[in-house]
Structure formats: C-alpha cells, structure tokens
C-alpha cells in the first residue's frame, strides 16, 4: 500500500521557490517522484506554491520569509498559525503519515498531538546544536521519528535525538543525469546564502589573491538582488552585517562580483561554466544542496574537510578537500580542481544523487515509520487502558 502523505514545508517560501529556498527545493525535487510511484501527496505550504500536489493546505498567500528579519515577538505566530492549521487538516482523519520539515515548532507542535495523529517523520535540514533545549528532551512517544540528511549530522545529535531517529537520506537534484550543457566560463563560484559560515570572505580573499574571477550567489539576509540591498540603508541583520563589513570591501565587481539570487539556466551557467565550486565552509554543513548541484554539473567541489563534504565529494576525483581554516591549502587546490574529470563529477552525481534515488529512501523510512509506530501503538495503548481501568 502506498501511503498518503502531508508534507509540512511551512510558511516561509513556495514550493518550488523563486530562487534561494534549500528545504522548498528539496521538497520540489521529492513530490514528483513520490507521485509518480503512487503516493498522495498533501502540501502544507503557501498559496504561490506551484509543484503539482494531490492536495495543497495553506493559511498565508505569499511566503513570509522577509518576516524572519524582524523581531520574535513579532514574527513568532507566523510559524505558529500555519501549525495550527496543519493541525486542523490532520484531524479529519485521511493521513497515513506526516513527513515535516519545519524547523522546531514542527517538531514539538506535531509531537503534541498525541497516538491519535498519524506518526510524524521529522526530517532534520539545520545545525542539531540551535535547539539544546528542545532536542535534549524530545520523546518521540513511539509515534515520532526523525532522520537526517547526512550521516554526520545525526553522528552531532544529543542522545535523545539520536534515540528517535531511524537514519539519514542524502539529498538530491533534478539537474543529477541531466544537467544541460554550458557554456565554460573558467570562474570560481560560492553559490548559497551570504552569511558567515558559508565563508564568503574567505572565497573572496582567495580570488584576489589568485586572480580568478569569483562569482558570489546567493541572498544576503532578505535581499535577493544587489539593488534591493543597496537601497534597504541600514538593516539589523546579521548577514547584512557581515556581508557590509567583512564581504563587500572585496566586491569590486570585476574580479569579484556578488549576482544575488539566481535559479533555473542563470544558475545553470553560473554553475555548470565554473572551474570549481567553493566551499570554505565554518561550521558542520548538514546537507550540501549546492554540494550535489555543482557536481550535477561538472563543476568539482573545492572546500574545507568537515561536514557533509566528506560524504558526498569523493576527494581526488569529484572534488578537493583540505583541513578547515587552511585558506593557503584552499587556495592551492584550486588550481588542481581543473585537472579533474568534469564527466565524472556528472555520473556520481547520476549514480548518487537523482530525485528517484531519494524518493525511494524516503519511501522506505515511510514504511519503518509506519511499523515503529505501530508496534508501539500495541505496546502503548492496552497499558493505558489498564491504567483507566
């Protein structure tokens, strides 16, 4: 039996979205396979979302990402008002089983509901140290799970966290098999959102010091283009903090050039043209989207050995990785990422990385999602009633 499933994407942007959106386009690439293997597909997201669903569940029209920006105590009953009516849908009745993604409140809102909701998979997409309060504690109850999307991100999880899970799926990309052929441009390339621990700087630095073109892409805080931000003046962000004092000072616009947001054939070939795509990463990447896009297509992977990185690029052959923090190590693979075989960056990534692939992961957790919870269910519910008795 294939199940019917509601995934909670949650309130911040469309399925697929406009351009930057990590989990919304981890689900874009998810639901076509699981339809097409017969899985009724539930969506709660927002209103704009366009990828094809047996059924769409929304409470906001637009995505309010931007309202991330402003204060807690004003942002806070976004999240909680979409929950609430992901809430109401699950009750009447027709779930076989919740599979969400939204960070925290998903987690404790659904947990709440009790052994009469369906069981809950709860993929982890962050940094597992943001919630020490919430993941030292969790109970899953026999009912909720969770899993990961690297085997090192779940090896970071406190115990409790650990003790649900039932293990962890790699991401995928639609490009995986059948990236389009661009044009090659010889640049280097960060793609993901400006921010610290994605190391900008760093890039930057190395660029200069090269003297390779470096393309930076990606949002910076709320700001998807350069002319948005250069006319917001000034923004309590951390990442519009950082990229001001730390990135733009190396932005001249010809060695190195920051594009914003690109999606579909921009980032194709902002992609697919680069010599090798940085990653001097500064912190534990859980997941790596931009990791298995840029082997999608062709373009070898040069980072920092820590996170995910070591588990999807196969160093030597897909991609060079060095100690974290060793910018002159980074700066000298660069050089040999050029020698590597492009053709085989794209077939590990046709081997390794392709919506079906993950599709038929998730679809396995499905089925021991469903047999945990119940043979927890027969465990659970007659002690219960004893006790009432």
Same mark, same amino acid.
């Given at each position: ?12 942007? *469309?399925? @697929? ?12 690439? /998810? ?15 927002? #209103? !704009? ?31 909680? &008002? ?11 009745? $027709? +779930?076989? +089983? ?29 940094? /597992?140290?943001?919630? @020490? $309060? ?13 899993? #990961? ?25 639609? %490009? ?53 931000? *250069? ?13 001001? !004092? !730390? ?12 594009? #914003? ?14 010599? &090798?795509?940085?990653?001097?990463? $500064? ?13 999608? =297509? ?28 060793? !910018? ?20 590990? &990534? &046709? ?6 692939? =993950? ?5 396995? /957790?499905?089925?021991?999602? %469903? $047999? ?18």
């Amino acid at each position: 039996m294939t199940p019917t499933v509601l995934i909670n994407a949650g309130p911040w942007l *469309a399925v @697929p979205p406009p351009g930057y959106g990590g989990i919304e386009n981890v689900l874009a690439t /998810l639901i076509p396979p699981l339809r097409a293997r017969g899985v009724r597909v539930v969506l709660a997201t927002v #209103g !704009e979302s366009t990828v094809e669903v047996d059924e769409q569940v929304a409470v906001f029209p637009q995505g309010r990402f931007a309202e991330l920006a402003r204060p807690y105590n004003q942002s806070m009953g976004i999240a909680a &008002a979409h929950l609430h009516h992901v809430a109401s849908r699950v009750r009447r009745g $027709d +779930i076989d +089983i919740i599979h969400d993604h939204q960070e925290a409140f998903g987690l404790t809102v659904l947990s709440a509901l009790g052994h009469d909701a369906p069981p809950v998979l709860h993929t982890l997409h962050w940094d /597992l140290h943001k919630h @020490p $309060d919430l993941y030292g504690r969790i109970d899953g109850g026999g009912r909720v799970w969770v899993n #990961g999307v690297s085997f090192h991100q779940l090896t970071t999880a406190p115990r409790p966290l650990r003790a649900i899970s039932v293990g962890h799926v790699h991401l995928a990309t639609p %490009l995986a098999g059948r990236a389009p052929e661009v044009p090659y441009g010889g640049h280097l390339v960060v793609l993901g959102r400006v921010t610290r621990y994605k190391g900008q700087d760093v890039a930057a630095r190395i660029a200069h010091r090269l003297g390779r073109d470096l393309v930076l892409a990606g949002p910076v805080g709320p700001f998807h283009t350069p002319e948005a931000l *250069a006319a917001a003046g000034p923004v309590d962000n951390a990442d519009v903090r950082y990229f001001r !004092e !730390e990135v733009a000072p190396l932005v001249d616009g010809t060695r190195v050039r920051w594009v #914003g947001t690109v999606g579909g054939r921009e980032r194709d070939e902002v992609l697919g043209g680069a010599a &090798a795509a940085l990653f001097p990463i $500064d912190w534990e990447e859980p997941g790596g989207t931009a990791v298995v896009e840029s082997l999608a =297509m062709g373009t070898p992977v040069v980072g920092y050995r820590r996170g995910c990185l070591p588990e999807l690029v196969e160093d030597g052959r897909t991609g060079l990785l060095v100690d974290p923090g060793d !910018e002159d190590a980074l700066a000298e693979a660069v050089g040999r990422a050029e020698l590597l075989d492009r053709g085989h960056c794209r077939r590990e &990534a &046709a081997r390794r990385f392709t919506p079906a692939r =993950m599709a038929d992961r998730y679809l396995r /957790l499905y089925r021991e999602v %469903l $047999d945990r919870s119940t043979r927890s269910a027969r465990v659970v519910r007659p002690t219960a009633g004893r006790t009432a008795g």
